[in-house]
């Protein structure tokens, strides 16, 4: 029976023996992972506050934002103007703007920005983490004014020109999307070329000295 038993302890020892050695190699080999890795930076540019500035007496029914849209529900007892500030945040390290605001009254006035360039505190485009404020005021009705504004924000595209001895009054930017209608005059180059960044141009037109295109 004590043979038996030596004999079992002993090859227990010999299997405990194999599993720590196997368990140690595991634990120090280099791991090593083939293919390709994409990561893409999370970045966007997003409204990040909205308040209110000019109330003129309306009482706020609700005030909310997203990452492109706004909400807003008031109620006045008098046709007022209300004013609110709409903060905008670029995290992208690129020039950004906003093309167009859908459902914007065609009565209401903005404030510190102009739609359809870039968005910017200075001479120079929002840099990354950098905001910028401007303003909405709507010319509201007496009773309940609501509002679903949804935000396009776009890329900035520089136009360069080649072939031209002066370029003074010719647009040098542009956001994405948008149309440009240029007029050379009445002595056109020979040739023209435009260079919008990279991005490639469609509906292109050029007659009678007049450029007209659409940039997507």
Request: glycine fraction near 10%; charged fraction near 20%; proline fraction near 3%.
């Amino acid at each position: 029976m004590s043979k038996y038993i030596n004999r079992l302890l002993g090859i227990l020892i010999i299997v405990v023996v194999c599993l720590f050695s196997i368990g140690y190699s595991v634990l120090n080999r280099e791991l090593n992972i083939t293919g390709e890795l994409n990561y893409r930076p999370v970045g966007d540019v997003r409204i990040t506050n909205l308040s209110a500035t000019n109330l003129n007496g309306a009482m706020i029914n609700y005030a909310d934002f997203s990452k492109n849209e706004i909400k807003l529900g008031y109620t006045t007892t008098s046709p007022v103007d209300v004013t609110y500030k709409v903060e905008v945040t670029n995290y992208l390290d690129v020039p950004m703007g906003i093309l167009k605001i859908e459902n914007l009254p065609n009565n209401a006035v903005i404030g510190g920005y102009t739609l359809g360039t870039k968005l910017s505190n200075s001479d120079n485009f929002l840099k990354l983490g950098e905001a910028k404020t401007f303003t909405i005021t709507f010319k509201s009705i007496a009773g309940i004014n609501s509002y679903l504004l949804k935000f396009d924000f776009e890329p900035v595209y520089k136009i360069t020109y080649d072939g031209f001895s002066t370029t003074n009054g010719f647009k040098t930017e542009i956001l994405k999307g948008d149309d440009y209608l240029q007029n050379f005059g009445s002595s056109p180059p020979k040739a023209l070329y435009i260079n919008m960044g990279g991005s490639r141009v469609i509906d292109y037109t050029y007659s009678g000295g007049t450029l007209s295109f659409k940039s997507i």
